[in-house]
């Protein structure tokens, strides 16, 4: 069992910066994916970036790419996000998520098998 908190979420101005975070407990990500995901009111659930935690590829969607990049930290068991650049349609609750099949970083929600509780990203124009 894996257990995800998100935090850094908040209310910024368009084209500040963000950076969350998402502290993995219960055991080892080594071999997992992780991915970040957002859903705004009234919309599904979109992938949003990616990473393999065991050989660090990475993968984004087209409408953050160039402004978000995805890490992690193996001695803090952390992965993070940072945004830049935000846009009022960045606004969203966003979610971490693990994937724990090795393979390469995906995009489908389905493929993940731990989500955190997720965290409020609001964006003002």
């Known amino acids: 069992q894996v257990q995800l908190v998100e935090s850094g979420g908040g209310l910024v101005q368009a084209g500040g910066s963000l950076r969350l975070s998402c502290s993995a407990s219960?055991?080892?990500?080594?071999?997992?994916?992780m991915g970040w995901f957002r859903q705004a009111p009234g919309k599904e659930r979109e992938f949003v970036a990616a990473?393999?935690?065991?050989?660090?590829?990475?993968t984004y969607a087209d409408s953050v790419k160039g402004r978000a990049t995805i890490s992690r930290d193996n001695a803090k068991n952390t992965v993070y996000l940072q945004m830049n650049s935000l846009k009022p349609e960045d606004t969203a609750v966003y979610y971490c998520?693990?994937?724990?099949?090795?393979?390469?970083?995906?995009?489908?929600?389905?493929?993940?098998?731990?989500w955190g509780q997720g965290t409020q990203v609001t964006v003002s124009s």
């Open positions: 998520a693990a994937d724990r099949r090795l393979g390469p970083p995906n995009r489908a929600p389905g493929s993940y098998d731990y």
């Open positions: 219960g055991r080892t990500l080594s071999t997992y994916v």
């Open positions: 990473i393999s935690w065991i050989s660090g590829s990475t």
